[in-house]
Nanobody, 129 residues
């Protein structure tokens, strides 16, 4: 059964870094798009970034691109069936629950999808002094 297991959240000081992991044990990711989302307290969940397992093409969600494109990087490790979200220069406003999601899709990724088939459980990221 396809499932996503997230890890890597925690408490970090402003300016610090974290690497979130999204693992799909036993499944190759080349037929999936993996997206990262965050949900800040009192706000709706919104997309952050996504990556194609087919060709490693990645995008940032339009709503957050200006805020994260120079600080967050998404990548795939095929042998480990894992997608990473590397976050640097973290700010208090990055505090949120971060979730990954998967969409079975093998086409050319032009932008981050809005709908996904599978979701992880989420991991808390808190940026505070």
């Amino acid at each position: 059964q396809f499932q996503l297991v997230e890890s890597g959240g925690g408490l970090v000081q402003p300016g610090g870094s974290l690497r979130l992991s999204c693992a799909a044990p036993g499944f190759t990711l080349d037929y999936y798009v993996i997206g990262w989302f965050h949900q800040a307290p009192g706000k709706e969940r919104e997309g952050v970034s996504c990556i194609s397992g087919r060709d490693f093409n990645s995008h940032y969600a339009d709503s957050v691109a200006d805020s994260v494109k120079d600080r967050f990087t998404v990548s795939i490790d095929y042998p480990k069936h894992t997608v990473y979200l590397q976050m640097t220069s973290l700010k208090p406003e990055d505090t949120a629950v971060y979730s990954c999601a998967a969409l079975r899709f093998h086409g050319r990724l032009l932008q981050c999808p809005r709908d996904y088939n599978y979701w992880g459980q989420g991991t808390q990221v808190t940026v505070a002094a």
